[in-house]
């Protein structure tokens, strides 16, 4: 069980090396405008393979804006985004997408199963009989995430957690090598939350799958992490992870006073304090000056 | 006309062997194969409002139709193809949006009196556009929905996975790159087809009943989308079928039977799974 692994993988030839030398996502002086809105600009940085990548920001930065841009699906106005070698939205074949809306959709009568097939064969136009085939690398796909026993099973009787596993199993049966996932942990009560991680955590180590995730809380992520995309002063930056577990970059970052605590066993919690507690003097800055805080960070990142 | 006679036709097998009703059998069958079909995708893509918006935009069309001397369908059809389009093109998010679907719905409502007053003769149809009239339907029109329905069945199964795909999450089906905007014009087009057959047999009133309802038995009864829309034709079927029987025993309208029939049966499958699911 725990080392199934989806179909192709067995077959498919080692990676090759220059493959895995190529990185998976180059940001080159990108920008986003919505209507006369720029949403942000100057991204430039180069996320490698392999690697989990949280995608953080608060809310409206352009987080979401930023797998869509990737995927291709909102043009970028100015410099490029190149995807697994690829133009951005050329490379879709091999991304597996799970938007933050899929677990919201109860209505949906299809079995977890069927919903896991179209992930395959949902772009096939013309008459198609699901070979026997795709039936074994959907059961795989869920056999990975831990709901092959619900493959029967309506989508609208599935709770919120295991709905958002079929949703990646849905991503994964075509065999990505890369998963974006936005705001997976939303809604999720914890144990579902340290379920969808695991399997987060099993994809990168035993598939090398490069992973991005668009997510609000780092807590749950921390400890697959390896890096993190963080939307600030309408730039996006990114850094490995022990750059972003800042205390004072994540109290800039989310508006609000975060606190970087480094347990006895070495893991790294971020907690947002709920209370100024009495004569803590929080540091503040204008933007301008955080901007300018910040480019510093990127380009001694860059060196 | 004091007296309100509700009774049995014991002649009723005679009325049943008659021409017009043969018609009103094959219409039926034909309509029960297209509102099975597109029931289940427009439940599934949410625009369940949207269909039934279409019945009325098209309203305006029959009543003027009817003043300008031409075929009710046609100009049905052409209204609601129009309406359908630009649902469409608007997205399918557009679909969902009850308030301006709504007050399209109300206002092509009204014009459709309004052009109805226009003339006595659209005047007279106007109750058979709101409410249908299956046992009035001609050799001609039963050969058209005919055709129809092949159309159909042939585009949903070269379209289906891509449609199912796109119903499902529009979003993962774009990035995956299934044409979205195609998808929905396709749908709302096909949508304004099935309405334009459908309205002869329950009315631009009663349409719901027809299209959606039995989808919505299915879906309760079946999980696979192809057993679900196998089952919702089969109970269009019978609640149009057994409309026409009832009606030929019982002196009331068949709108009103075939209307009652889906209606009961959705609400006993209702009712069967959420006991069901108590326990």
Known sequence: MGTSIPARHHSAPPRQADDTAQPAIVFKDAAIRRGDHLIWSHGDFTIPQ????????????GKTTMLKAELGLLAIAHG?????????????????????SYTSDIDSNLTAEQSVLLGLTGTKFGFHITSRAQRQQAREAMDFVGVADKANYRLSQLSGGLRQRVAIAQALVSNPQLLMLD???????????????????????????????????????LPILTGAVYL????????????VLDAELLTHLYGTTVQVVTTPQGDMFVTPTPDEPAGMNQDTHAPDEVARFHHHAGEQHRQ | MNHIAFSFDPQWTQT?????????????????????AMGYFTIARHSTFAAHALAHIGLPGATGAVLLGLPVSLGLGA???MGALIIGALGKRASQREIATGTVLAFATGLGLFFARLSSSASQQMQS????????????????????????????AVIYRPLLFSSLDEQVAQAKGV??????????????????????????????????TPAATANIIAASPLKAMVTASVLCLVSIWGGLVLSAMFPAPPSFIIVTLSTLMWAIARGASSIHHQR
């Open chain 2, 79 to 81: 209204f609601a193809l």
């Open chain 2, 179 to 212: 044409p979205i905007a195609l998808m929905n014009v396709l749908f709302m087009a096909i949508m304004a087809g099935v309405i334009t057959i459908a309205v002869p047999a329950v009315g631009t009133l009663l349409i719901f009943a027809l299209v959606v």
């Open chain 2, 129 to 156: 556009i709101l409410f249908g009239s299956i046992l009035t339907i001609t050799n001609d029109q039963v050969i058209g929905f005919a055709i129809f329905d092949i159309l159909l069945v042939i585009i949903l």
């Open chain 2, 16 to 36: 049943l062997s008659m021409p017009f009703m043969h018609n009103a059998f094959l219409a039926g069958l034909c309509i029960a194969i297209a509102a099975g």
């Open chain 1, 232 to 243: 600030l002063d309408g730039h996006p930056h990114y850094a490995a992870m022990n750059k």
């Open chain 1, 50 to 61: 392999g690697s989990v990548t949280a995608i953080v920001g608060t809310n409206g930065a």
């Open chain 1, 183 to 221: 705001e997976p942990l939303a809604n999720l009560d914890l144990a579902s939350q340290r379920a969808t991680v695991h399997v987060l955590a099993r994809l990168n180590h035993e598939l090398g799958m490069t992973i991005q995730i668009v997510a609000h809380d780092l807590n749950m992520l």
């Open chain 1, 80 to 100: 490029s985004v190149t995807v697994l070698g690829e133009p951005a939205g050329k490379a879709n074949q091999r991304i597996g997408y799970v938007p933050q």
